[in-house]
């Protein structure tokens, strides 16, 4: 989603600055995104960084959850306070709603309504925001990753190679075994377990994959692209894109989307549903039996690239650039979130 986001930048305002504070380590980022001038997650860098800007952006993800924190909602009414203190106007792009539930939050209604501009990832996050009582400034679009892989494409699918990316938010998967045997059943060369996320988190692939019987295990080559100094656009190059993908995570859905994959996405949440209606593929449950996957398998296809997502991502990305009055000729300093 940054990538895709900076993609579309470099050409719409090359001279733009962003600042961006973050509770993680600054090095990583800045090695990734070097564009980005990546500062701590402190008061005092907050503050300044809002008081340096001209415009407060909150880019991607789903912002506006609380079901399981409250943090991200009191990060939003801090940076909110003080961009209203300052007379600097607020925009969201590329955001997702998980819940309509999530909006009753009272804090969260207060943010939507002070957003000059909303631009979402998908239709039903739209319609949901438009729903408030309090109605914001809100388009539909999709994600900004589609900018990404429509400038570099993830390799080709490769026949006979099937992809898995599970991965369950420190739960479990009560339905792997019907999955992985349902795969067992294809006319397969190759079983990829992908580990999108390179560390060990429970519920994500590299715990998963320890815990396969050594017989299953054996079956399956486990695959991480990532390397902390590699940019984006080298650790594309490694995706191992399959004939068939079976997905827990997003981007990689939208990664099998533009490589030609058979996708077949688990739909723990709304995110994941969203892309599975965007990029038209077959979902499963968390607990999906063998006849459901080999189903769902049967029914997926590849299709072209979703240029028109791309498309409608540039749009919104454009649409933003008018409405926060940039001009290519004019330095500006946008603070991300």
Same mark, same amino acid.
């Given at each position: 989603?940054?990538?895709?986001?900076?993609?579309?930048?470099?050409?719409?305002?090359?001279?733009?600055?962003?600042?961006?504070?973050?509770?993680?380590?600054?090095?990583?980022?800045?090695?990734?995104?070097?564009?980005?001038?990546?500062?701590?997650?402190?008061?005092?860098?907050?503050?300044?960084?809002?008081?340096?800007?001209?415009?407060?952006?909150?880019?991607?993800?789903?912002?506006?959850?609380?079901?399981?924190?409250?943090?991200?909602?009191?990060?939003?009414?801090?940076?909110?306070?003080?961009?209203?203190?300052?007379?600097?106007?607020?925009?969201?792009?590329?955001?997702?709603?998980?819940?309509?539930?999530?909006?009753?939050?009272?804090?969260?209604?207060?943010?939507?309504?002070?957003?000059?501009?909303?631009?979402?990832?998908?239709?039903?996050?739209?319609?949901?925001?438009?729903?408030?009582?309090?109605?914001?400034?809100?388009?539909?679009?999709?994600?900004?990753?589609?900018?990404?892989?429509?400038?570099?494409?993830?390799?080709?699918?490769?026949?006979?190679?099937?992809?898995?990316?599970?991965?369950?938010?420190?739960?479990?998967?009560?339905?792997?075994?019907?999955?992985?045997?349902?795969? $067992?059943? *294809?006319?397969?060369?190759? &079983?990829?377990?992908? @580990?999108?996320? %390179?560390?060990?988190? #429970?519920? !994500?692939?590299? =715990?998963?994959?320890?815990?396969?019987?050594?017989?299953?295990?054996?079956?399956?080559?486990?695959?991480?692209?990532?390397?902390?100094?590699?940019?984006?656009?080298?650790?594309?190059?490694?995706?191992?894109?399959?004939?068939?993908?079976?997905?827990?995570?997003?981007?990689?859905?939208?990664?099998?989307?533009?490589?030609?994959?058979?996708?077949?996405?688990?739909?723990?949440?709304?995110?994941?549903?969203?892309?599975?209606?965007?990029?038209?593929?077959?979902?499963?449950?968390?607990? $999906?039996? *063998?006849?459901?996957?080999? &189903?769902?398998?049967? @029914?997926?296809? %590849?299709?072209?690239? #979703?240029? !028109?997502?791309? =498309?409608?991502?540039?749009?919104?990305?454009?649409?933003?650039?008018?409405?926060?009055?940039?001009?290519?000729?004019?330095?500006?300093?946008?603070?991300?979130?």
């Amino acid at each position: 989603m940054m990538a895709g986001f900076l993609t579309a930048l470099r050409e719409l305002v090359p001279t733009a600055s962003l600042t961006c504070c973050v509770p993680f380590a600054l090095a990583p980022l800045q090695r990734r995104f070097p564009e980005v001038t990546w500062l701590p997650y402190d008061e005092e860098s907050r503050i300044r960084s809002i008081t340096d800007c001209e415009l407060w952006l909150g880019l991607g993800g789903s912002p506006f959850q609380n079901a399981q924190s409250r943090w991200f909602i009191d990060h939003l009414t801090a940076d909110a306070a003080w961009c209203a203190r300052q007379d600097k106007p607020m925009f969201f792009l590329g955001v997702g709603v998980q819940t309509a539930e999530e909006l009753a939050e009272p804090a969260v209604q207060r943010v939507c309504a002070q957003a000059a501009g909303i631009w979402t990832r998908d239709p039903l996050s739209a319609e949901r925001l438009r729903a408030l009582t309090r109605n914001p400034q809100v388009e539909a679009a999709s994600d900004l990753a589609h900018l990404f892989f429509r400038a570099r494409r993830p390799p080709p699918a490769q026949a006979g190679r099937l992809t898995l990316v599970p991965n369950f938010d420190y739960g479990s998967w009560p339905g792997q075994d019907a999955c992985l045997a349902a795969v $067992a059943a *294809l006319p397969l060369t190759e &079983r990829v377990w992908l @580990a999108q996320e %390179s560390r060990v988190l #429970p519920g !994500a692939e590299r =715990a998963l994959y320890a815990t396969l019987p050594a017989a299953t295990k054996a079956q399956w080559q486990l695959v991480s692209p990532d390397a902390p100094d590699d940019t984006l656009a080298a650790i594309l190059t490694r995706w191992p894109s399959g004939e068939w993908l079976v997905t827990a995570r997003y981007h990689a859905a939208l990664a099998g989307a533009w490589s030609g994959s058979k996708t077949v996405v688990i739909a723990t949440n709304e995110k994941l549903r969203a892309a599975a209606r965007d990029l038209a593929c077959p979902t499963l449950s968390l607990n $999906a039996d *063998l006849r459901a996957v080999t &189903r769902a398998l049967e @029914a997926a296809s %590849s299709a072209s690239p #979703p240029a !028109a997502l791309a =498309a409608k991502a540039e749009e919104a990305c454009t649409a933003f650039v008018r409405a926060a009055g940039y001009s290519p000729l004019l330095r500006r300093r946008v603070e991300l979130s």
